[in-house]
């Protein structure tokens, strides 16, 4: 089918006057949409849930939640009253105060939620932690933060090395049956208990909201503060990227242990007071397509290797379902590739439009909007109000096609405000001109779509989710049998890239299969299993700079079968 053949979507928010809002736009008419730009009164979680449980959309359902135990739904209101619940507890028994950092370590279910919202309230700041993180992950995390109170379950605490972060003054689980014991809690009991009224911690607009790790190239993970202000793009990107309307069921399908499962799992669907729709569970093809139907989901967000694999699973499957509720496919995350789009075409008779953005924007920056002709293989055009370029390594602007740093002009609302404890950390992404440099590379043609082209680092992207390399070499020297160690990213056909490790044994250790295996489950059980090497390949010895740093890039080029490029800084 061709593209053409396709209707594109009409709507409230359509641009179709791209180019002239473009030009236009102003973020101060979005400030008018909240009750702050009239009460002064600022906090997210007030305008993502109490607003609305104050006005008509009282008993609308805001969250239809299903795993494989349980099926419920949530109205604004009960979400008001719960999350005020939530608050109470943390506040009453675990002492939060306004910029504490608050961390919530489960998987999902309706209760994270509350927890999270409820958090917000009292004014603290959330740290969402990705349920299939380890020990060594969750320590990164909490030590750096300085974590006061964490919220998880009986299951995950074991991974949670208590004794070894003096600053969590509290830990509240969720679950039936809690043995409460000096500064555990049972916070599904005291939830209950709750009182349903608490008085919102009002804050102001750069005052933090959320902390999100996230990898670089180097280094242990950072953590990424988002402020409130944030909500102003979470909720006019809902707007004009989601397309979110009055009627519309939406799905998400990311972890709030990512951004995309916040900024759109969360504040941007209810910030517009939309109908959220969160499946809890792991990934089964016919169970996607089973929620889509039964729920009639409208506005379905997901991410490129979701759709390989769905892909993969056949398109008998498909037809299996009505899907015909379906009115607005999106992509974040990875390149989409345009065999991708040609297949949902097929099998959706939508297109999926893909979007640009990372955990340090906060929210979409570059995006094909509903209303707009998509470019398969675009990423699309900037959002109006923001300024993204090409830039050469010095900060100046690039003509049309030519090749370089994908950058934003400073001071977009939902841009990050620093990195936790490490404020130099913060101005490295910076460049002369006021250019944030994304690291990725891109390039833009003449009609102003941008079109990806790679990292500039050695950041790992393998389904969707952002590995270090740093972090898990530094995994596998703790090993007894490795000497030395150096990760890559491999291309892969449905998930983007696998992890794949080049790794010198120490003497007296022989390469087997079994040592593979235990090498696997050791960044595995060390880690997170997206961390752990599909791959691992045995080398006497690995390309080294004269001051010690592995050259991932030679291994990239043995790898590829690429010319290695200048070696002039590598050991004899
Ligand atoms: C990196 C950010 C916030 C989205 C979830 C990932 C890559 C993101 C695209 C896209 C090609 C993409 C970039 C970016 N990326 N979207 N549409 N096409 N690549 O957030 O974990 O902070 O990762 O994801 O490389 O820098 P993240």
Known sequence: MKLEALPVIKGEYNLQNYDEKYKQFDWVETEKEFSWSKTGKINLAYEAIDRHAESDRKDKAALLYKDDNRDETYTFDEMKNLSNQAANVLKNFGEVEKGDRVFIFMPRSPELYMALLGTIKTGAIVGPLFEAFMEGAVRDRLEDSGAKVLITTPELLPRVPVSDLPELKHIFLVGDNIEEKDNLHDFSAKLKQADTAFSIEWVNREDGLILHYTSGSTGKPKGVLHVHNAMIQHYQSAKWVL?????????????PGWVTGTSYGIFGPWLTGTTNVIVGGRFKPESWYKTIQDYGVTVWYSAPTAFRMLMGAGDEIVEKYNLSSLRHVLSVGEPLNP??????????????????????????????????????????????????????????????????????????????????????????????????????????????YFWFQGRVDDVIMTSGERVGPFEV?????????????????????????????????????????????????????????????????????????RSGKIMRRVLKAWELDLPTGDLSTMED
């Not at 696997?520 to 997170?528: C, D, E, P, S």
């Open 243 to 255: 397309d979110l309307k009055e009627n519309d069921i939406y799905w998400c399908t990311a972890d």
């Open 339 to 448: 065999e991708v789009v040609r297949w949902g075409m097929k099998v959706f008779n939508k297109r999926i439009h893909d979007n640009w953005w990372m955990t340090e924007t906060g929210a979409q920056i570059i995006s094909n909007y509903a209303c707009m002709e998509i470019k398969p293989g675009s990423m699309g055009k900037p959002l109006p109000g923001i300024v993204a370029a090409i830039v050469d390594d010095q900060g100046n602007e690039l003509p049309p096609h030519r090749m370089g740093n994908l950058a934003i002009k400073k001071g977009w609302p939902s841009m990050m405000h620093t990195i936790w404890n490490n404020q130099a950390k913060y101005e490295s992404y910076f460049m002369p001109g006021g250019w944030y440099v994304s690291g990725d590379s891109a390039y833009m043609d003449e009609e102003g």
């Open 473 to 545: 070499e530094s995994k596998l020297v703790e090993h007894p049998a490795i000497a030395e160690a150096g990760v890559i990213g491999k291309p892969d056909p449905v998930r983007g890239e696998i992890i794949k490790a080049f790794i010198a044994l120490r003497d007296g250790y022989e390469p087997t299969e079994e040592l593979i295996e235990e090498i696997r489950q050791f960044v595995k059980q060390g880690l997170a299993a997206h961390a752990a090497p599909r791959e691992i390949e045995f080398r006497d010895k690995l390309p080294k700079t």
